[in-house]
């Protein structure tokens, strides 16, 4: 065992070395000379995987396995949009990156050198490219490299590829750190950037996995993708898949084109599927029963507008907010007005009134008033012009067919609409749609960071809007929707419908869902989706051992219609800080959110986080001199 100590030097500690942590660690490097002036620095950056993609992004997994926003979309760096205390430090977003990768002027840090076949991908990559998780991994690790050289001789990073065992206090405040193998690190401050953590299986899911090995059954539980072995999953039978979200997608591809099928264009343009016999029938349900929105395919013509005109923090009340009275309206209109603004200034020529009349009178009248809604009649005579904020976001909901057959013809014509709304430049409007989706949800964030929700009005309200923001903007990329809709329509992949639900009976899984009253029976079961994540069930052995020597807790709240008590199953934290049993928080550790992947010029709540936490990492360190 091996002890590595900083003596004097103040030295910093962070766990996890995917996004956030590389994040954190540029951010600390930004930050630096004002809480350390002419001083040195350690970083520690510790995880099992090589810095930069971390274990979600790196770079060793299937190149069939793609991220799910386009390269122009994906950054690492602060931009001027950035409302964070420290220094912006600009960089290459994704695409800018794959540029000077494919033009051969990157500036290669040492520790740092592409794979050929990123370089590859990056002379292929285009505006509205979805770079494989490889590829967006290579960035990631061109980015933690580049941190690393670029803050040296003031910063030294060290990197640790093992596991964390434990954190524990020693006297006088400062922290070890157990690594797997017996090395220990003393630092001054824990910054904690797991992302995502392991968790065993519960309630229907045990029992279905019970079920299955007393039948010799497969059955796959949630994971993510990349972890998974299909190989079980045998050709020309019946798979039941459950979920229609991003990793359904990802298996869906695993089960055919990495089975050796390939994707085709007829002379008309349309794409088709030639199989190559090793496919099994895929049967794929959920809740919706229907996937997310495709992905636009194509920019705005214009910029997007990069804060919200009408959901503001300035324009709320200073009281505690309903979601469906203070906040709603507000957002509706916030949404509405950006996709009508992009439909008169990028096609006028498809409303009944001059364009800037429409804008002058549009900007003048409350969402859903009696005058809005004459306006909307009067100036967009085209439905599928108009931009309804409140239509259901759960299509298949009262809608019954006489059999698969009828549920697959109405799934096709769905998928096709969608697929044409997300390649057709005409559809715009519901791109700025989406684009106004980002800024809302930035001053939601800080509203509920806040605490400025009245308890228990958004309880149930927040998380249906969540829910259909989730639909309207995390679906996956146009050019996977049309390979799901050349599959279906081959009758590779057949739907179940919506509400899905699986049991095992007969020795078999059976599904059955609201859509049709009908049972499909099979021998595997594929759960395409990521496990529900709670501390209570965990099984990463770090946070195994904190919880037993109560250094952190299960966060939990008052449920407002029965006044109990509830866990969330998150990590309780005060101010960032986790909370231990005794209700304290730690004085020298930080707990981040995994967050999602920041995207430029949209004042990214990732980015202002892993600010907040490397100055208070920063300050903390400071402070131990």
Same mark, same amino acid.
């Given at each position: 065992?091996?002890?590595?100590?900083?003596?004097?030097?103040?030295?910093?500690?962070?766990?996890?070395?995917?996004? &956030?942590?590389?994040?954190?660690?540029?951010?600390?490097?930004?930050?630096?000379?004002?809480?350390?002036?002419?001083?040195?620095?350690?970083?520690?950056?510790?995880?099992?995987?090589?810095?930069?993609?971390?274990?979600?992004?790196?770079?060793?997994?299937?190149?069939?396995?793609?991220?799910?926003?386009?390269?122009?979309?994906?950054?690492?760096?602060?931009?001027?949009?950035?409302?964070?205390?420290?220094?912006?430090?600009?960089?290459?977003?994704?695409?800018?990156?794959?540029?000077? !990768?494919?033009?051969?002027?990157?500036?290669?840090?040492?520790?740092?050198?592409?794979?050929?076949?990123?370089?590859?991908?990056?002379?292929?990559?285009?505006?509205?490219?979805?770079?494989?998780?490889?590829?967006?991994?290579?960035?990631?690790?061109?980015?933690?490299?580049?941190?690393?050289?670029?803050?040296?001789?003031?910063?030294?990073?060290?990197?640790?590829?093992?596991?964390?065992?434990?954190?524990?206090?020693?006297?006088?405040?400062?922290?070890?750190?157990?690594?797997?193998?017996?090395?220990?690190?003393?630092?001054?401050?824990?910054?904690?950037?797991?992302?995502?953590?392991?968790?065993?299986?519960?309630?229907?899911?045990?029992?279905?996995?019970?079920?299955?090995?007393?039948?010799?059954?497969?059955?796959?539980?949630?994971?993510?993708?990349?972890?998974?072995?299909?190989?079980?999953?045998?050709?020309?039978?019946?798979?039941?898949?459950?979920?229609?979200?991003?990793?359904?997608?990802?298996?869906?591809?695993?089960?055919?084109?990495?089975?050796?099928?390939?994707?085709?264009?007829?002379?008309?343009?349309?794409?088709?599927?030639?199989?190559?016999?090793?496919?099994?029938?895929?049967?794929?349900?959920?809740?919706?029963?229907?996937?997310?929105?495709?992905?636009?395919?194509?920019?705005?013509?214009?910029?997007?507008?990069?804060?919200?005109?009408?959901?503001? !923090?300035?324009?709320?009340?200073?009281?505690?907010?309903?979601?469906?009275?203070?906040?709603?309206?507000?957002?509706?209109?916030?949404?509405?007005?950006?996709?009508?603004?992009?439909?008169?200034?990028?096609?006028?020529?498809?409303?009944?009134?001059?364009?800037?009349?429409?804008?002058?009178?549009?900007?003048?009248?409350?969402?859903?008033?009696?005058?809005?809604?004459?306006?909307?009649?009067?100036?967009?005579?085209?439905?599928?012009?108009?931009?309804?904020?409140?239509?259901?976001?759960?299509?298949?909901?009262?809608?019954?067919?006489?059999?698969?057959?009828?549920?697959?013809?109405?799934?096709?014509?769905?998928?096709?609409?969608?697929?044409?709304?997300?390649?057709?430049?005409?559809?715009?409007?519901?791109?700025?749609?989406?684009?106004?989706?980002?800024?809302?949800?930035?001053?939601?964030?800080?509203?509920?960071?806040?605490?400025?929700?009245?308890?228990?009005?958004?309880?149930?309200?927040?998380?249906?809007? !969540?829910?259909?923001?989730?639909?309207?903007?995390?679906?996956?990329?146009?050019?996977?929707?049309?390979?799901?809709?050349?599959?279906?329509?081959?009758?590779?992949?057949?739907?179940?419908?919506?509400?899905?639900?699986?049991?095992?009976?007969?020795?078999?899984?059976?599904?059955?869902?609201?859509?049709?009253?009908?049972?499909?029976?099979?021998?595997? !079961?594929?759960?395409?989706?990521?496990?529900?994540?709670?501390?209570?069930?965990?099984?990463?052995?770090?946070?195994?051992?904190?919880?037993?020597?109560?250094?952190?807790?299960?966060?939990?709240?008052?449920?407002?219609?029965?006044?109990?008590?509830?866990?969330?199953?998150?990590?309780?934290?005060?101010?960032?800080?986790?909370?231990?049993?005794?209700?304290?928080?730690?004085?020298? &550790?930080?707990?981040?959110?995994?967050?999602?992947?920041?995207?430029?010029?949209?004042?990214?709540?990732?980015?202002?986080?892993?600010?907040?936490?490397?100055?208070?990492?920063?300050?903390?360190?400071?402070?131990?001199?």
């Amino acid at each position: 065992m091996r002890t590595t100590a900083a003596g004097d030097t103040p030295s910093i500690a962070i766990i996890g070395a995917g996004p &956030r942590g590389t994040s954190v660690l540029e951010r600390i490097a930004a930050n630096a000379a004002e809480f350390l002036p002419n001083r040195l620095l350690d970083v520690h950056v510790i995880d099992p995987y090589p810095p930069g993609g971390g274990y979600v992004w790196r770079r060793r997994q299937p190149a069939l396995l793609w991220s799910n926003t386009r390269v122009d979309e994906c950054t690492l760096f602060t931009d001027h949009t950035v409302d964070c205390d420290g220094p912006v430090v600009c960089g290459p977003t994704l695409a800018e990156w794959a540029t000077e !990768l494919s033009r051969g002027s990157l500036d290669l840090p040492d520790g740092y050198r592409p794979r050929p076949e990123s370089l590859a991908e990056a002379k292929r990559a285009h505006e509205g490219w979805f770079g494989t998780r490889p590829f967006v991994g290579d960035y990631l690790a061109w980015v933690f490299w580049r941190t690393a050289r670029n803050s040296s001789p003031r910063i030294h990073v060290r990197t640790h590829q093992a596991r964390t065992l434990d954190v524990s206090d020693l006297p006088g405040g400062r922290q070890r750190i157990t690594l797997a193998g017996g090395d220990t690190l003393d630092v001054d401050f824990v910054l904690h950037a797991q992302g995502n953590f392991p968790v065993r299986l519960r309630g229907g899911e045990e029992l279905l996995a019970r079920k299955a090995a007393a039948h010799q059954l497969t059955y796959v539980p949630p994971a993510s993708t990349a972890d998974i072995s299909l190989d079980p999953v045998r050709p020309g039978e019946p798979v039941i898949v459950r979920g229609l979200g991003l990793a359904f997608i990802d298996v869906m591809i695993l089960l055919t084109e990495g089975r050796g099928g390939r994707f085709l264009r007829n002379a008309d343009g349309e794409l088709r599927y030639e199989p190559s016999g090793r496919e099994p029938l895929i049967y794929a349900g959920s809740r919706r029963g229907v996937p997310y929105r495709c992905k636009f395919a194509y920019p705005l013509r214009r910029p997007a507008a990069e804060h919200p005109r009408h959901f503001r !923090l300035a324009a709320l009340e200073n009281r505690p907010l309903d979601f469906s009275t203070d906040l709603w309206p507000l957002i509706a209109r916030e949404l509405s007005e950006a996709g009508y603004r992009e439909l008169a200034t990028s096609h006028g020529d498809r409303l009944a009134m001059a364009p800037d009349a429409f804008l002058t009178r549009l900007s003048t009248v409350g969402w859903n008033t009696s005058e809005f809604k004459e306006l909307i009649a009067h100036a967009v005579p085209h439905r599928g012009d108009r931009i309804d904020i409140e239509a259901p976001d759960q299509p298949l909901t009262g809608r019954r067919f006489p059999d698969h057959a009828a549920l697959q013809r109405w799934m096709t014509g769905y998928l096709a609409t969608d697929l044409a709304r997300g390649r057709d430049p005409r559809h715009s409007a519901h791109l700025a749609v989406y684009h106004a989706l980002f800024s809302v949800m930035n001053t939601l964030w800080e509203v509920v960071r806040n605490g400025r929700i009245s308890p228990g009005s958004g309880d149930q309200d927040i998380p249906a809007f !969540l829910s259909r923001c989730r639909f309207l903007s995390s679906g996956p990329p146009a050019p996977r929707l049309e390979q799901l809709l050349a599959l279906a329509r081959c009758g590779i992949v057949r739907f179940l419908g919506a509400h899905t639900e699986i049991s095992c009976r007969g020795g078999v899984f059976q599904a059955r869902s609201r859509s049709v009253d009908a049972t499909v029976r099979a021998r595997a !079961l594929v759960e395409a989706r990521l496990p529900r994540r709670a501390l209570s069930l965990t099984t990463e052995p770090l946070l195994l051992r904190l919880l037993e020597r109560g250094d952190i807790r299960e966060e939990t709240r008052i449920d407002p219609s029965t006044g109990r008590r509830q866990s969330t199953g998150t990590l309780d934290t005060a101010g960032g800080r986790p909370v231990r049993a005794d209700g304290r928080p730690h004085p020298a &550790r930080l707990i981040t959110d995994p967050g999602d992947f920041p995207r430029p010029r949209a004042n990214s709540p990732f980015l202002r986080q892993s600010d907040a936490a490397a100055r208070m990492a920063l300050r903390s360190a400071a402070e131990s001199l």
